[in-house]
């Protein structure tokens, strides 16, 4: 059986951090390419980071840049996002996303085999 599971996430103050987990079950995270998403209430899910397993540089979206980051562990078959500087516009479900096969750069959206359940994070002062 395959499934990906997420942890972390939670309700924090403007400007603390965050860290939110994938953990696939079933393939190596070694072996796909691993998206996060986010999905504020009442609007669609958009892409913010992404991971491809051939060196190719991540990928942050700009409104993440500078304040995300994406690592793997390989050993632990995880890879986590790392938020920091969180801002009241950060709040929404966040999902992380793999891609099976050997990726240069992101994959599309409707590309990504297997999806996380989601975590919410809510940025409240």
């Known amino acids: 059986q395959v499934w990906v599971v997420q942890s972390g996430g939670g309700s924090v103050q403007p400007g603390e951090s965050l860290t939110l987990s994938c953990k696939p079950s079933?393939?190596?995270?070694?072996?796909?390419?691993i998206g996060w998403f986010r999905q504020a209430p009442g609007k669609e899910r958009e892409g913010i980071a992404c991971?491809?397993?051939?060196?190719?540089?991540?990928f942050y979206e700009e409104l993440v840049k500078g304040r995300f980051t994406i690592s793997r562990d390989n050993p632990k078959n995880t890879v986590y996002l790392q938020m920091n500087s969180l801002k009241s516009e950060d709040t929404a479900e966040y999902f992380c996303?793999?891609?099976?096969?050997?990726?240069?750069?992101?994959?599309?959206?409707?590309?990504?085999?297997?999806w996380g359940q989601g975590t919410p994070v809510t940025v409240s002062s």
């Open positions: 996303a793999a891609a099976l096969g050997r990726w240069s750069g992101c994959p599309e959206i409707h590309e990504y085999n297997y």
């Open positions: 079933g393939f190596l995270v070694e072996d796909s390419a």
């Open positions: 991971s491809s397993n051939d060196n190719s540089p991540t």
